[in-house]
């Protein structure tokens, strides 16, 4: 099973500063992973897939990148909403498996 | 607008069983792969199991193997998961995800908002 490790575990920053966030894998991935934002009592919602492409209705602002053991996402300037909590997944290897979670929250 | 609802949750005793539906609409249900995915109470995300669109494969975590069944009713636009010999760390809440293709990729773009199911005495 491949894991997932993210960081920082919690990241505090306020709206309007640039946030960086990591996943390592524990062996290649190649490009097949994906970032998820997840708010608490509402469903996740897929960011980013295979690595670098956005999802339909994301804005620019989330970018993903990386491959092999090494991905980051990065959100260039914070809006108030996207304060919440982001997870990694893999999906190279069976099972799928996620990260676990790097929490935003506002400084 | 596709739409997922999970139901079914509940208070199970250990041991015990329980049958999780996940009510689909706005696209066509049976030309994407579906999956069940879990958040114990503060813990991340865990997928444990998935179903093609073409009705052919099921997979599994290890975890929940032998124990669990996925299943689909295409005609009523339906996920199901049967959950057997229940154990407390199975308490959760249970999401239901689609598949962004009709075979197994793993790209999960649409989620319910979850139920929870707690397994206790």
């Known amino acids: 099973e491949i894991l997932l490790t993210q960081s920082p575990a919690t990241l505090s920053l306020s709206p309007g500063e640039r946030a960086t966030l990591s996943c390592r894998a524990s062996q290649s991935v190649i490009s097949y992973l994906a970032w998820y934002q997840h708010k608490p009592g509402q469903a996740p919602r897929l960011l980013i897939s295979d690595a670098s492409n956005r999802a339909t209705g994301i804005p620019a602002r989330f970018t993903g990148s990386g491959s092999g053991t090494d991905f980051t996402l990065t959100i260039s300037s914070l809006e108030p909403e996207d304060f919440a909590v982001y997870y990694c997944?893999?999906?190279?290897?069976?099972?799928?498996?996620f990260g676990q979670g790097t929490k935003l929250e506002i400084k | 607008e596709v739409q997922l609802l999970e139901s079914g949750g509940g208070l199970v005793q250990p041991g015990g069983s329980l049958r999780l539906s996940c009510a689909a609409s706005?696209?066509?249900?049976?030309?994407?792969?579906m999956n069940w995915v879990r958040q114990a109470p503060g813990k991340g995300l865990e997928w444990i199991s998935g179903f093609s669109g073409g009705g052919g494969s099921t997979h599994y975590a290890d975890s929940v193997k032998g124990r669990f069944t996925i299943s689909r009713d295409n005609s009523q636009n339906t996920l199901y998961l049967q959950m057997n010999s229940l154990r407390a760390d199975d308490t959760a809440i249970y999401y239901c995800a689609r598949d962004r293709n009709i075979g197994m990729v793993g790209i999960f773009d649409y989620w319910g908002q979850g139920t929870l199911v707690t397994v206790s005495s």
């Open positions: 706005g696209f066509t249900f049976s030309n994407y792969a």
């Open positions: 997944q893999q999906r190279n290897n069976w099972p799928y498996t």
